[in-house]
Nanobody, 119 residues
Framework: QVQLVESGGGLVQPGGSLRLSCAASGSIFSIGVMKWYRQHPGKQREFVAT???????NYADSVRGRFVISRDNAKNTMYLQMNSLKPDDTAVYYC?????????????WGQGTQVTVSS
């Protein structure tokens, strides 16, 4: 059984920073592509950033230059450093990962962590 757990959300003022973490645990043979998504109130979940096993990255235009995605393969953990936060970044942030327990890859989601940007 595999579990993804996000942490690091909270309340921050505009212009501030937060660092989210996503830790994978359980029966893990390998982890492939990892991604962050977010969901604004009343809207569909949207892509934020992605990182490959080799640490190639890609970002949504709305966060490029402000957010940095990274991963620590030894710790089965992914991070999202969020800088210059804006009220529009307020959302529930979810991590997603392609994980193999030895018989092919499955897509897993975390439970989400709330980020609120407000003065």
């Amino acid at each position: 059984q595999v579990q993804l757990v996000e942490s690091g959300g909270g309340l921050v003022q505009p212009g501030g920073s937060l660092r989210l973490s996503c830790a994978a645990s359980g029966s893990i043979f390998s982890i492939g592509v990892m991604k962050w998504y977010r969901q604004h109130p009343g809207k569909q979940r949207e892509f934020v950033a992605t990182i490959t096993v080799g640490s190639s990255t890609n970002y949504a235009d709305s966060v490029r230059g402000r957010f940095v995605i990274s991963r620590d393969n030894a710790k089965n953990t992914m991070y999202l450093q969020m800088n210059s936060l804006k009220p529009d970044d307020t959302a529930v942030y979810y991590c997603n990962a392609e994980i193999s327990s030895g018989l092919g890859y499955r897509s897993y989601w975390g439970q989400g962590t709330q980020v609120t940007v407000s003065s």
